[in-house]
């Protein structure tokens, strides 16, 4: 594009977004709600999509044995244990060091241990690493067998619902994000359309002297985007700081919650979320102006 | 005549011709028949006169010469070009070899006459070093090389014609084409715009101008379309306006 045609461009933006500030705030409101919503659903889908992944890569076989099984007894379990096909690695934990390992995890609020006095609940346990995670559930279900064996769990239940989870996530986020779509495709379209009335004069005297439709259309387009991108930006601003002060305080509170560190993942988010602003805005100004072309 | 029959065949294309029509038919979506089996050329440079009474047809000939509205049926070129088949794309590339000038102006009332006029080159993208000599230069031509930084409101009628005459001819049309550029003027006025129409048409371009304008038409001795229902009824080298008014 011609530079002094950019420079005419850009000009008949900011006038008309001047002329139009009502609708334009609206609409930079719009897309700026639409975009939050849509940017914070995506973050939340996008962390589930890794905690599952997480799991599912860990997958590892905690065998609880009964209070009553000796260590001589413990010693031949894990020699049995061993002996199962699929497994790989067969490691004992005991009551103490699980205690330990507890109180690491839980951080500053240890102290809530306090309540238990000495008393350690927990069991003696092995951590079965298998070599293939479509081989736990029959390898569970050999150990659970076994003399002296309480359960062996794998965590089937948290991550079934976290799949589930995941899944209503994504159907609700993305109805929610269709609906919201179109209402800011709705609002934007109609701010163009009062800029595209206001200058319907102009439009047929450029048409009448032979100017193109895309020379025609691209100043409001770029309206259409320039408000896109407003909006979009502050909906990154908030997404951002959000996300920032979620990962604190879930660290502070429940560190072994694997949020998603927040670089590069914020800047991708961002990048999404500007893209979208953009795009809408174009497409809602792209659709108010077609009537008027037609001169 | 079907649409499809219709082709433009090398004879058709004469070389001297700016507009050629054969059997052009038009009828509006609801149904009214504007124009039926019209049969005009006009050749480069001529000055031709469009005339009859309200809505026999002057405007539709008109708008279809700048492909406003498509003809129904018929062949209609427009400087060896076939308009009617013409891909949408083309449409603005051929507006910009043609001026038009309506009886309202149609001036933006808040651009200068400096920028009104300059904004049709703008808006073709028109070298910008080029763009302040070429409105001086046509601000010469209709006189109002001193009213260049007023407003449209500023200006009395005959004075917003002449910056729409200076609108239209600033990107080197070879049509001028009008449709009652005098209709809201008074005569003395309107005779001014005439002189100036002359001299755009000594200077080689072609003029087709609607009017309803007796004393005009009589005076200026030129060659006279008249269009009756949508039919042309007479056609005169050096013709008159031929009615009473
Ligand atoms: N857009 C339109 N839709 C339907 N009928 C039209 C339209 N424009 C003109 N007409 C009809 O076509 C006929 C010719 O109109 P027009 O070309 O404007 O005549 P003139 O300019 O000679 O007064 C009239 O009967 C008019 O009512
Ligand atoms: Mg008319």
């Not at chain 1, 962390?47 to 009553?68: G, P, T």
């Not at chain 1, 102290?111 to 609940?121: M, R, T, V």
């Not at chain 1, 909906?235 to 949020?259: C, G, S």
Request: with cysteine; charged share 25%; hydrophobic share 45%.
């Amino acid at each position: 594009m011609k530079i002094r045609t950019s420079e005419y461009f850009i000009r008949e933006v900011f006038l008309s977004l001047k002329r139009n500030n009502w609708m334009s705030v609206a609409s930079i409101g719009t897309v700026a709600v639409s975009l939050f919503i849509f940017g914070m659903f995506l973050m939340m889908v996008m962390n589930m999509n890794k905690l599952a992944q997480s799991l599912e890569s860990q997958v590892q076989i905690n065998v609880y044995l009964e209070d009553s099984v000796t260590h001589d007894s413990a010693r031949e379990l894990e020699t049995d244990l061993k002996s199962l096909q699929g497994v790989e690695a067969v490691k004992f934990v005991s009551r103490e060091e699980a205690m330990e390992r507890f109180k690491e995890r839980l951080g500053d609020q240890k102290s809530l241990l306090e309540a238990l006095d000495d008393d350690n609940p927990l069991p003696d346990a092995f951590e079965v690493t298998i070599t293939r995670p479509e081989l736990v559930k029959d390898t569970a279900a050999s150990i659970e067998k076994l003399d002296g064996v309480e359960s062996a769990k794998y965590g089937q239940d948290v991550m079934e619902h976290l799949f589930e989870m995941t899944r209503l996530l994504r159907i609700f986020g993305f109805s929610l994000m269709l609906v919201l779509a179109l209402a800011t495709l709705f609002i934007i379209s109609n701010t163009i359309r009062l800029t595209v009335f206001a200058r319907r004069k102009e439009i047929a005297i450029m048409k009448y002297v032979g100017a193109t439709d895309w020379f025609i259309r691209w100043p409001f387009m770029l309206e259409g985007m320039v408000l896109g991108l407003f909006g979009s930006l502050i909906a990154a601003v908030i997404l951002r700081t959000a996300y920032t002060a979620t990962v604190e305080k879930i660290y502070d509170t429940l560190a072994f919650f694997p949020l998603i560190p927040e670089q590069p993942f914020l800047n991708y988010i961002t990048v999404i979320v500007i893209f979208s602003g953009m795009a809408i805005g174009a497409v809602g100004s792209a659709v108010s102006i077609k009537r008027f072309l037609k001169v | 005549m079907a649409a499809g029959d219709a082709r433009v065949s090398c004879r058709e294309m004469r070389l001297d011709l700016m507009i050629h029509m054969k059997n052009v038919m038009k009828v509006y979506d609801n149904g009214a028949v504007a124009l039926d089996n019209i049969n005009v050329d006009i050749r480069k440079g001529e000055f031709v006169f469009l005339v009859g009474p309200s809505g026999a047809g002057k405007s539709t000939f008109i708008k279809m010469l700048f492909r406003e509205v498509l003809p129904t049926s018929g062949i209609l070129t427009l400087n060896g070009r076939d308009i009617v088949r013409m891909p949408v794309g083309d449409v603005p590339y051929l507006r910009r070899s043609l001026g038009v000038i309506f009886q309202d102006y149609r001036l933006l009332p808040d651009k200068t006459v400096y920028e009104n006029i300059a904004f049709a080159m703008q808006v073709i993208e028109a070298p910008r070093r080029m763009m302040q000599r070429s409105v001086n230069s046509v601000l010469d031509i209709v006189g109002l090389r001193d009213k260049y930084k007023c407003f449209p409101n500023q200006l009395s009628g005959g004075e917003q014609q002449r910056v729409a005459i200076a609108r239209a001819i600033v990107n080197n049309p070879a049509i001028v084409i009008a449709d009652e550029p005098t209709g809201n003027l008074d005569p003395e006025t309107s005779w001014g715009i005439m002189d100036i129409f002359q001299r755009i048409n000594a200077a080689g371009t072609t003029i087709v101008m609607a009017t309803h304008d007796k004393t005009i038409v009589d005076a200026m001795q030129k060659r006279v379309i008249a269009i009756e229902d949508g039919a042309i009824a007479r056609d005169e080298a050096q013709g008159g306006y031929g009615y009473e008014n």
